[in-house]
């Protein structure tokens, strides 16, 4: 039986389902405040919330894929480990922005901007082992 490995992967999995499960908990209860089944009835605070989970579910699956397969073809660790902090970081002050009413546009731009140099990381990561 072959015995698979991926504990940087895991571990940024389970942080990065905590994040979107968190969106998504603030969007649905949001949604049943005010009584929304679909859409966001035009209330900004709603709007926001919804395009921060989205942006989540958008965002982390290919992330995770890079890492996973970077993790598989004998990835370094230290630089796996770091671009896991890196996007987890990233990912975290973006959802802040959105998931807290009223906190700084700052956190969504860096945020947004760690999570696309570690995406951009993971790939040259996983250009390299392929070589």
């Not at 405040?33 to 859409?39: E, M, R």
């Not at 890079?66 to 660790?77: F, I």
């Amino acid at each position: 039986m072959l015995e698979i490995s991926l504990p940087v992967t895991s571990m940024t999995a389970i942080c990065a389902a905590l994040i979107l499960l968190v969106l998504t908990w603030k969007v649905i209860m949001l949604r049943r405040k005010d009584g929304v089944v679909l859409g966001d009835t035009g209330d900004r605070v709603l709007t926001k919330a919804i395009r921060g989970q989205a942006n989540a579910a958008e965002q982390l699956p290919m992330a995770l894929i890079l890492m996973g397969l970077a993790e598989l073809q004998g990835a370094y660790g230290v630089a796996l480990t770091a671009l896991a902090a890196i996007l987890l970081i990233g990912r975290g002050m973006h959802a802040a922005y959105f998931g807290i009413h009223g906190l700084t546009w700052r956190l969504r731009f860096y945020g947004m901007f760690l999570t696309l140099i570690a995406q951009g990381g993971l790939i040259i990561l996983l250009g390299l082992t392929l070589l």
